[in-house]
């Protein structure tokens, strides 16, 4: 979708693999990371093969966002969803830190109820969870709001707003090069136009008493020739 992120529970093995080599976790409550990307990538397949079935076109690794943000902020469970954990998601984390164009918002929560609706016909909705008729129409009532919030500035991390100024450069999170030069061209600029850009209040307080240079949070040493990360 063009989506660019700018970002304890059962001790129980995450997963484990059936006769036809399928993983099968045990947990949708994982741990760590490992046992995260591994429930996170069969979740996903799972998804994709309902879709298949219903003959619905999907992209497949459309949750990737909503599960990594459940996951990471929220409360790590992947399949206990409530509408609570839906507001925090897309009117508090996405404005924050996913960049979207305008026009992918809709099927962002179209994908999001669509995903809602595979998990309880596959009977994975936790029990804890709210039913998926109030889940989807709690998408629907607050889609005026995701929008209004994507689009407010004043709601956007210090690396999303860095990113969205280079953006407004043309410059492609997955171009090394490009990155590296306009990093060189920002961290050049005067501490009061950086300090616009990133928003009052929002750049750490012990940068302003350093050199002033500005790395976006989650961005690898230069050394390392990649800039491209997809969460924050």
């Not at 090069?177 to 136009?193: D, G, I, L, T, Y």
């Amino acid at each position: 979708m063009g989506q660019f992120c700018v970002s304890t529970c059962s001790v129980m093995p995450a997963v484990t693999f059936g006769e036809d080599g399928a993983v099968e976790p045990q947990s949708w409550e994982p741990d760590d990371e490992d046992d995260y990307e591994a429930a996170n990538a069969e979740l996903k397949r799972r998804f994709a093969v309902w879709a298949d079935h219903k003959g619905l076109e999907v992209e497949r690794d459309g949750p990737e966002g909503l599960l990594h943000y459940k996951w990471a902020y929220v409360d790590r469970h992947l399949t206990r969803w409530r509408r609570r954990d839906l507001y925090e998601i897309y009117l508090e984390l996405y404005p924050a830190k996913v960049m979207a164009e305008a026009d992918e918002l809709d099927e962002i929560l179209a994908e999001t109820k669509t995903f809602i609706t595979f998990l309880a016909e596959t009977e994975l909705l936790d029990e804890e969870s709210e039913s998926p008729e109030m889940l989807c129409d709690f998408l629907d009532e607050i889609a005026p709001e995701f929008r209004e919030h994507m689009a407010d500035s004043s709601r956007y991390s210090f690396g999303k707003r860095l990113w969205t100024e280079a953006a407004s450069e043309g410059v492609s999170p997955g171009d090394p090069a490009a990155v590296e030069a306009f990093m060189a061209r920002f961290n050049s600029r005067p501490r009061a136009e950086r300090d616009a850009i990133l928003g009052q209040g929002l750049m750490p307080a012990g940068r302003r008493a350093t050199s002033g240079r500005f790395t976006p949070p989650g961005t690898p040493s230069r050394s390392s020739g990649k800039r491209r990360k997809r969460r924050h």
